[in-house]
C-alpha cells in the first residue's frame, strides 16, 4: 500500500512573494480555484499581517475553497495570528501557520532573541493560534542551518502547545539531499511525540536541489511536501509541485509514495499562472516547459513515432497536454517529415519527399524552427502539389 504524500501549494504565498509575481485578488481567486481543481490537500493563500489587500484576498478564498485546506501565514506574534484566524475563519478547513527561525544566525542578527525566548514565543504563538483553530502548522525558519539538538526542543514544545503540523524549511535552499535526509530522520528519532504532528517539509532551490531534498525527506519519514506552481517563490523558488508529483508518480514503484493531486490539472494550473504573471516557463522546464515533450533530433523523432517510450517517461496526456510535439528543425530526419506532411494532409511519394526534405533541412540552417507554414510554402513550391483545405493543417505538429 501506498503511503500518501500531502500537498500543501504555497504558489499564493511564497510564490507570490518573489519579484515580479504578485497577483491582485481575482487573479489569486482565479488561480486557488485550479488549485482545488488539481486536488492540492492545502492552499496557502497569503500572509494576511502583510498588508489589506492580502488579508482581504485569504479571506476571500477561505470563503469559497471547500476541498483544500486554506492556511494563513503568521509570525508568532499576536497581532499577526490574530490577523490569520480572521482571514481564515471562514474556510471549510482553516489552518493558521505560524513560524519563528530557529538557526544561530537568525536568532542572532534578525530576531535579537535567546534560544529561550525563541521557544517561549514558538509555544505561546502555537498556543495562541490554537485557541483559534484546530488545526495549527508551526515552522522553524531557517532548520535546516539550526543546531539540530535546539530544533528537537523547539519542535516537542510546539507539538505540546498544540501544533498538529510540524515543518522543516530548508530556507535559504543549503541542504545536500542527504543531509536534507539525515535531519528529517534525526527529528523522527529524537522527538518524542512527533507522531501527534505531520511532519512537514518546505524547500528552497538556491542550489536546484530543492525537489532532490524534499524526495529524500520523504524517504526519510516527511509526510507533507511544501511547493509551488513552476517552483516560483523566494530567489531561486522553491520545489516545483510538477516536479515532485509526477517523480512520485512516475516511479511510484520504487517510492511508493502517492498523492492525491490530479495530475491533468498540471500543465493548465502551470499555464494559467503563467497568463496571470505574464511570466513564461523556461522552454526546458522539467514537465511543463514548451520542450518537456518536444523532439527535434532525427533518432528521437523516428523512435518517439514509433513508439512514445523510447524517449517519454509519462504521457503528455498524464500532465493535461493533447499530444507531443514533433518540432522540424535542422536535426529533424525524413521519418519524422514524411509523418508530418501526412498529418498535414500531403500524401508524398519518396522522390518528393526527398526533396522537401532537401528544402527543409535548407531553411532550417536559416531558421531555427521550421513551422507548418513554411512547409506550406516549400510543398506548393514544389508545383504538383497544392497546398491541402485549411481545416486538414494540423496545428499542435
Ligand atoms: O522559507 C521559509 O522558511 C518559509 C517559512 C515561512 C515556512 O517560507
Ligand atoms: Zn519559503
Request: glycine share 6%.
Amino acid at each position: 500500500m501506498e503511503k500518501q504524500i500531502k500537498i500543501f501549494d504555497t504558489t499564493l504565498r511564497d510564490g507570490e512573494q518573489s519579484p515580479g509575481y504578485s497577483m491582485n485578488k481575482p487573479e489569486k481567486l482565479q488561480l486557488a480555484r485550479k488549485l482545488e481543481e488539481l486536488q492540492v490537500d492545502v492552499i496557502e493563500a497569503g500572509f494576511p499581517i502583510a498588508s489589506e489587500g492580502d488579508f482581504e484576498t485569504v479571506k476571500k478564498i477561505a470563503e469559497t475553497i471547500t476541498q483544500s485546506s486554506v492556511a494563513g501565514l503568521c509570525r508568532t506574534t499576536p497581532i499577526d495570528i490574530e490577523t490569520a484566524a480572521k482571514a481564515v475563519e471562514k474556510a471549510a478547513k482553516p489552518r493558521i501557520h505560524t513560524f519563528i527561525a530557529t538557526s544561530d544566525i537568525h536568532m542572532k542578527y534578525k530576531l535579537c532573541k535567546s534560544r529561550e525566548e525563541v521557544i517561549e514565543s514558538a509555544v505561546k504563538g502555537v498556543e495562541m493560534a490554537k485557541s483559534y483553530c484546530d488545526d495549527v502548522e508551526f515552522s522553524a525558519e531557517d532548520a535546516s542551518r539550526s543546531d539540530p539538538e535546539f530544533l528537537y526542543q523547539v519542535f516537542e514544545a510546539a507539538i505540546s502547545a498544540g501544533a498538529t503540523v510540524i515543518n522543516v524549511p530548508d530556507t535559504v535552499g543549503y541542504a545536500l539531499p542527504w543531509e536534507f535526509g539525515e535531519l528529517i530522520k534525526g527529528i523522527r528519532e529524537n522527538v518524542p511525540n512527533i507522531d501527534d504532528a505531520v511532519l512537514s517539509v518546505h524547500c528552497h532551490n538556491d542550489l536546484g536541489l530543492a525537489v532532490a531534498n524534499s524526495l529524500t525527506a520523504v524517504q526519510n519519514g516527511a509526510q507533507q511536501i511544501e511547493c509551488t506552481i513552476n517552483g516560483i517563490g523566494e530567489r531561486a523558488g522553491n520545489a516545483s509541485l510538477e516536479e515532485i508529483v509526477m517523480a512520485i508518480e512516475t516511479r511510484k514503484k520504487n517510492m511508493n509514495f502517492s498523492t492525491n493531486i490530479n495530475t491533468k490539472e498540471i500543465y493548465p494550473a502551470s499555464q494559467l499562472l503563467a497568463q496571470i504573471t505574464g511570466k513564461g516557463v523556461q522552454p526546458n522546464k522539467a514537465i511543463v516547459g514548451d520542450n518537456a515533450f518536444a523532439h527535434e533530433a532525427g533518432i528521437h523523432q523516428h523512435g518517439v513515432l514509433k513508439n512514445p517510450l523510447c524517449y517519454e517517461i509519462m504521457t503528455p496526456e498524464s500532465v493535461g497536454l493533447t499530444c507531443n510535439k514533433i518540432v522540424i528543425g535542422k536535426h529533424s530526419g525524413r521519418f519524422a517529415l514524411g509523418k508530418k506532411l501526412e498529418e498535414m494532409g500531403y500524401d508524398l511519394n519518396k522522390e518528393d519527399l526527398n526533396t522537401a526534405y532537401q528544402s527543409v533541412t535548407r531553411l532550417a540552417d536559416k531558421k531555427k524552427v521550421v513551422e507548418d507554414h513554411d512547409l506550406v510554402s516549400i510543398i506548393s513550391m514544389m508545383n504538383d502539389q497544392p497546398a491541402p483545405e485549411p481545416q486538414k493543417i494540423a496545428s499542435g505538429g
